[in-house]
């Protein structure tokens, strides 16, 4: 007696092999046959007539890492597909835990909950196992975010580290790479990641690489220097052997339209001679990321509460100004990139009457200037704002997509609690709707077969990852499947309702569990820790 039998249904197995017809069944949390006919009976058997059958959907970017110790079910990545996030994105992480880190917690759940947190995410060892304990509702990989190597080592101090701190730095990579970690990710916008050269970041991917990881980085520009940007990974690839991914590809500023064909010839041209690059993408044409991290980083030395203490003294304030729009040289600042028409806030815990609204239009309706309302905003929220910048232009979107080393990664996280599907703000649809988004445009502009669509989502981002008996479906594997109405897939979250259900999503099973049926959630948390895998089963 199997566990579930799924039968009728087109299977694309996530190899990007041809589809075809076939029954699968599953037993104790794997897929114990595929086969043209399967009879035997089962405790659950659903019939996917019409419908496809893949491997459940790996997000290769997510922020779920420092969320996931605060018990989230993660409805809402399940409920579009998703049964493997990998976390620890843009050198942002939970750990090592360095001061104020926790801020954004402290504000919703209090200082106990922050010293639960900073006690659970001590070591990479006590974190993996605490996030080992939890009820997870996807599985779960991290990466290890090098903003946090370098706070936990140097603080938030600019420089480059004396050889003493980059030893330290070093073996704090061995033993995330003990851990299971699955290489490391930087953030070079963000303090304290940015504050790192290339050379350190060379020497901290000689670890990761010797112990088979890889190296994610949020470049350090994404604008006017990305090409320069691209080339900095690429080179940290160079030098220490290390395979590396582009985080969240993308070309913003309007005024740049085109210039994608240049950043996908780059990586074309670096594989060819040897350099392993990939890259990931959501396909949206508006970035996120905290308000605060778009002030220019020298004004963040000494961390984020400084920043804002900062801004209380009109002379610096007038500064930061002048940084953010005549700077743009040497820190592109999406204020500038979206301008402030261009600025959606979508959460800010103590000032709720903003979320869901433009900076400008604040601004006109306080009359107040528009940077004036940012500092305001930023010092009433002890700096923890979150912002939508619209600044791509769609065709560069759209070629990212199509191009065959881009896999998908949402940039967001798990969402805390059962929000109202129609709430306003809050958050950016990308977090709900990555996935279907995805495969509709792929299937409205016919990018490409639906094998590749999902070879790029499911079996290729686990053999990069080097995510063991996951990504494909063959026998023995962990049953993660997905059963997708394909024809009527359709994401319904927009900007201003980030949570709105998707059409198309049937049933999605983690580990021989269904956990979204109907493009609903059930209930059922069934994910694991997924660690590193020295090589496939
Ligand atoms: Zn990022």
């Not at 620890?88 to 104020?100: D, E, L």
């Not at 956990?515 to 660690?531: C, P």
Request: glycine share 10%; net charge negative.
């Amino acid at each position: 007696m199997y566990d579930l039998l799924i039968k009728n249904g087109r299977i694309v197995d996530g190899s990007g092999q041809p589809a075809y017809d076939a029954d699968l069944a599953v037993l104790d949390g794997r897929i114990a046959r595929i086969a043209p006919h399967i009879d035997e009976p089962a405790q659950t058997v659903i019939d996917a007539a019409g419908r496809l059958v893949t491997p459940g959907l790996i997000d290769s970017h997510s922020h779920s890492d420092s969320g996931v110790l605060l018990g989230p079910d993660g409805w809402n990545m399940l409920e579009q597909g998703i049964t493997t996030q990998i976390t620890g994105q843009c050198g942002t992480g939970p750990v090592p835990a360095y001061p104020n880190l926790f801020e954004g917690v402290r504000q919703k759940y209090g200082p106990e909950k922050v010293r639960e947190l900073e006690e659970k995410c001590a070591t990479f060892g006590s974190f993996m196992e605490a996030v080992s304990r939890m009820e997870l509702g996807t599985n779960m990989a991290f990466y290890a975010s090098q903003g946090n190597i370098r706070g936990a080592v140097m603080g938030f101090r600019m420089g480059d580290a004396d050889p003493e701190e980059t030893e330290q730095m070093k073996a704090l990579m061995a033993e995330a790479m003990e851990a299971g970690f699955l290489g490391f990710t930087t953030g070079l916008v963000y303090a304290p990641s940015i504050y790192a050269g290339t050379r350190e970041l060379v020497e901290l991917a000689k670890v990761a690489h010797s112990y088979g990881g890889n190296y994610a980085s949020h470049i350090r520009g994404e604008g006017l220097h990305v090409l320069d940007a691209m080339r900095e990974a690429i080179s940290i690839g160079e030098q220490s052997g290390i395979p590396v991914i582009i985080s969240h590809l993308k070309i913003k500023g309007k005024q740049y339209e085109g210039a994608s064909r240049d950043m996908l010839r780059l990586i074309d041209e670096s594989n060819a001679r040897g350099v392993t690059v990939w890259a990931e993408q959501y396909p949206y044409l508006a970035s996120s990321a905290p308000l605060i991290s778009q002030i220019p980083p020298q004004f963040a030395e000494g961390g984020n509460d400084k920043l804002v203490e900062r801004m209380r003294d009109p002379a610096l304030r007038k500064a930061m100004e002048r940084a953010v729009f005549e700077d743009y040289e040497t820190f592109e600042s999406n204020i500038y990139g979206a301008g402030y028409g261009g600025i959606l806030i979508s959460s800010a815990y103590y000032t709720p009457q903003y979320e869901g609204r433009y900076v400008a239009e604040i601004a006109e309706s306080e009359g107040k200037a528009p940077f004036d309302v940012i500092c305001d905003m930023l010092i009433a929220n002890n700096g923890v704002v979150q912002a939508i910048y619209f600044s791509q232009n769609e065709s560069d979107m759209l070629r990212i997509l199509a191009h065959p080393r881009v896999m998908v990664g949402c940039d967001a996280s798990d969402v805390q609690g059962h929000p109202d599907r129609d709430k306003p703000a809050g958050g950016h649809p990308r977090g709900m709707s990555t996935m279907v988004r995805r495969l509709e445009l792929i299937r409205d502009h016919d990018l490409m077969d639906v094998e590749t669509a999902i070879h790029r989502m499911t079996g290729l981002p686990a053999e990069v990852a080097h995510l063991p008996n996951v990504g494909q479906l063959r026998e023995g594997w962990n049953a993660d499947i997905c059963v997708l109405d394909y024809p009527h897939l359709k994401a319904n979250s927009d900007y201003i309702c980030p949570y709105r259900k998707n059409e198309g999503i049937d049933y999605v099973i983690v580990n021989g569990k269904i956990a979204v049926k109907d493009n609903t959630f059930t209930g059922v948390k069934n994910g694991r820790v997924i660690k590193r895998g020295s090589s496939r089963a």
